[in-house]
């Protein structure tokens, strides 16, 4: 372990067998950046004196993360039609927010969807980019995040991120920029191997018109869920200001 006012240093197993280091966390960030310290690179940390992957230390996670993002394309999603081949109406039944839609409205659900595969680390929705659809986490978890610049703890030469929400298997991502027909307002990336379903908004039009009850019963479904994530962020708020009152 450092001393109190030392700073940590880092060692890296590279691909070519060769050890490189010690240096501390700033060199090691910006070997992130260029690509030389990867997911499965074996970094050694002295903070904790032993070899591990660099996906495992909490103080890349941000490098890392913004380093896949600037390599990987948006996920393209399987052709419209095609979603029944991979999922059924019997596994969407599962989710609360699906729950109240029948056998035949399920399987009309899925033929106006296409199945998107991501990786881990792999990016899901940028921020800015068109809202134009709205996906249903099958499986896995996705992370919703914002860059956040101009902070006194961030480098300057470094884009930090501030995470906003976790979002697991069952919840529905992008409807609100899709409903608004305005840009994502933050990243989404997978955490884990993800399965989506995706409906574009051409796609959701259409089922407008050709199944306007399932439609009508899928709007109820997202607006509970857009009002339930409205009141758990004014809890917060309410939370936040009370702990600033009172000097908590």
């Avoid at 050694?44 to 993002?69: I, M, T």
């Avoid at 499986?139 to 101009?150: F, H, M, P, Q, Y």
């Avoid at 305005?182 to 407008?208: G, H, K, Q, Y």
């Avoid at 109820?220 to 009370?242: H, K, P, T, Y």
Wanted: overall charge negative; glycine content about 6%; charged content about 20%.
């Amino acid at each position: 372990m450092p001393a109190d006012n030392e700073e940590a240093y880092y060692k890296i197993w590279a691909s070519d067998n060769v050890v490189y280091g010690p240096v501390l966390l700033e060199a090691l960030l910006e070997w992130v950046a260029d690509g030389r310290v990867l997911a499965d690179t074996w970094v050694f940390s002295q903070e904790v004196n032993s070899w591990q992957p660099a996906k495992s230390l909490p103080v890349l996670d941000d490098a890392l993360a913004k380093y896949h993002a600037n390599q990987a394309s948006l996920s393209t999603p399987t052709e419209l039609g095609q979603a029944s081949d991979s999922i059924t109406a019997n596994y969407l039944r599962q989710f609360d927010a699906l729950a109240g839609l029948g056998q035949a409205e399920l399987e009309q659900f899925i033929s106006h969807c296409t199945v998107v595969e991501i990786e881990e680390g792999g990016l899901i929705m940028k921020k800015d980019s068109p809202g134009d659809g709205l996906y249903l986490v099958l499986s896995g978890e996705t992370r919703v995040r914002l860059i956040v610049t101009g902070q006194d703890w961030a480098p300057e030469h470094l884009q930090a991120y501030t995470n906003l929400a976790t979002v697991k298997a069952g919840s529905f991502i992008g409807e609100v920029a899709m409903f608004s027909q305005t840009p994502r307002s933050a990243d989404v990336i997978a955490l884990t191997p993800c399965n989506l379903l995706f409906m574009s908004a051409e796609a959701f039009r259409n089922m407008m018109k050709t199944e306007p009850k399932l439609a009508l019963a899928v709007v109820f479904a997202l607006g509970q869920i857009m009002a339930d994530r409205m009141v758990a962020g004014n809890q917060r708020l309410q939370s936040m200001a009370s702990s600033e009152f009172l000097g908590l």
